[in-house]
C-alpha cells in the first residue's frame, strides 16, 4: 500500500513517455496524408505501448483502491470499537461516581452518629466520676459511722451501720451501672470509627478506580482522534485511486486497434500532465 502522490512521482518518466508517444501520434494524425505502412507501423506501436502503460497503470488503481477499502473498513471497525469501549468506561466512570457520592453520605452519618457516641460517652464518664466521688463519700460516711457504732453500739437504738451500708450499696450498684454503659459506649465509638474507616477506604479504592478510568478516557479519546485522522487519510487515497483508475480506464477503453482519435490523445496528454504534478 502506497501513497498516491508517491507513486506518481515515481511513474514521472512513464508519464513524459507517454506524453511524448501521444505527441508524436498528434503530429502523425495531423498529416494530411495517408501514412506508410512503415509509418502506420510506428502509429500501432505507440499506441499499443500507451495501451500497455495504462493497462499496468489501471491495474496498480484497482489494487491500491482495494487495499485503501479495507483500510477504510478497518479504520471504521477500529473507531465503532474505539467509542463502544469509551461509551462503557464513561458508564463505569458514572456508575462510581453514584457509588461514592453514596459512601460519603454513608461516611457522613456514621461521622455524626460516632460524634453523639462520643457525647454520649463524655456524659457517662462525668456521670461515672460523679458516682464515683459520692460512692467514697458514702464510703468515708459508713467508716465514720462504723466507727461510732463501735464506740456507741452499747446505747439502745443507736444501729445506724446498716443505714450506711445500704447508701454504699446503691451509689456501688448505680457505679456498677454507669461503668457498664461507658464500656458499651466505647464499644459502639470503636465499632463506629472501624466503620469510618472502611468506608474511608472504600472511597478512596473507588477514587483511584476513577483515576484509572479517566486515563483510559483520555487514552481513547486521543486513540479515536487517531482513527479519525486515518480514517480521513484513507478516504482521500481511496477517492484519489478510484479516481485515477476509473480516468485510466475511460481513455483504455477508446484505444481501439491501436488508434486514439485526436480528442482522446489531447485529453492522454493533460491528464498525463496533471498526474505528473500530483492530484
Same mark, same amino acid.
Do not use: W
Given at each position: 500500500m502506497i501513497l498516491l502522490q508517491d507513486?506518481?512521482?515515481?511513474?514521472?518518466?512513464?508519464? /513524459?513517455?507517454?506524453?511524448?508517444? *501521444? =505527441?508524436? @501520434? @498528434?503530429?502523425?494524425?495531423?498529416?494530411?496524408?495517408?501514412?506508410?505502412?512503415?509509418? %502506420? *507501423? !510506428?502509429?500501432?506501436? =505507440?499506441?499499443?505501448?500507451? /495501451? &500497455?502503460? %495504462?493497462? &499496468?497503470?489501471?491495474?496498480? *488503481?484497482?489494487? &491500491?483502491?482495494?487495499?485503501?477499502?479495507?483500510?477504510?473498513?478497518? *479504520?471504521?471497525?477500529?473507531?465503532?470499537?474505539? $467509542?463502544? /469501549?469509551? $461509551?462503557?468506561?464513561?458508564?463505569?466512570?458514572?456508575? %462510581?461516581?453514584?457509588? !461514592?457520592?453514596?459512601?460519603?453520605?454513608?461516611l457522613e452519618r456514621i461521622t455524626r452518629e460516632s460524634e453523639n457516641e462520643r457525647e454520649n460517652l463524655a456524659e457517662k464518664q462525668k456521670d461515672l466520676a460523679e458516682y464515683r466521688r459520692r460512692q467514697a463519700e458514702a464510703l468515708r460516711a459508713r467508716e465514720k459511722k462504723r466507727q461510732e457504732a463501735i464506740k456507741w453500739c452499747w446505747v439502745p437504738g443507736y444501729n445506724i451501720y446498716l443505714a450506711c451500708d445500704y447508701a454504699v450499696e446503691i451509689s456501688n450498684g448505680k457505679v456498677e451501672t454507669l461503668e457498664h454503659q461507658c464500656a458499651n459506649c466505647k464499644k459502639a465509638v470503636e465499632e463506629f470509627e472501624n466503620r469510618a474507616r472502611e468506608a474511608e477506604k472504600r472511597i478512596e479504592e473507588i477514587s483511584g478506580r476513577r483515576d484509572e478510568l479517566s486515563t483510559q478516557c483520555g487514552e481513547l479519546k486521543r486513540k479515536s482522534v487517531e482513527y479519525q485522522e486515518m480514517l480521513l487519510e484513507y478516504k482521500s487515497q481511496l477517492v484519489y485511486w478510484e479516481d485515477m483508475r476509473v480516468k485510466i480506464s475511460d481513455l483504455k477503453s477508446r484505444l481501439s486497434a491501436g488508434f486514439m482519435a485526436p480528442d482522446d490523445l489531447m485529453e492522454l496528454m493533460d491528464m498525463m500532465e496533471m498526474f505528473g504534478k500530483g492530484i
Open positions: 507513486y506518481l512521482e515515481k511513474q514521472l518518466p512513464v508519464f /513524459r513517455h507517454i506524453i511524448e508517444c *501521444a =505527441g508524436a @501520434l @498528434l503530429e502523425k494524425n495531423a498529416m494530411n496524408y495517408a501514412p506508410t505502412p512503415e509509418e %502506420l *507501423a !510506428q502509429i500501432q506501436n =505507440g499506441a499499443e505501448e500507451i /495501451r &500497455q502503460n %495504462l493497462e &499496468q497503470m489501471e491495474k496498480d *488503481a484497482a489494487i &491500491q483502491a482495494k487495499l485503501y477499502e479495507e483500510k477504510v473498513n478497518s *479504520a471504521d471497525i477500529c473507531i465503532k470499537q474505539t $467509542t463502544d /469501549r469509551l $461509551t462503557a468506561v464513561y458508564a463505569e466512570f458514572d456508575r %462510581l461516581k453514584e457509588q !461514592q457520592t453514596a459512601e460519603e453520605i454513608e
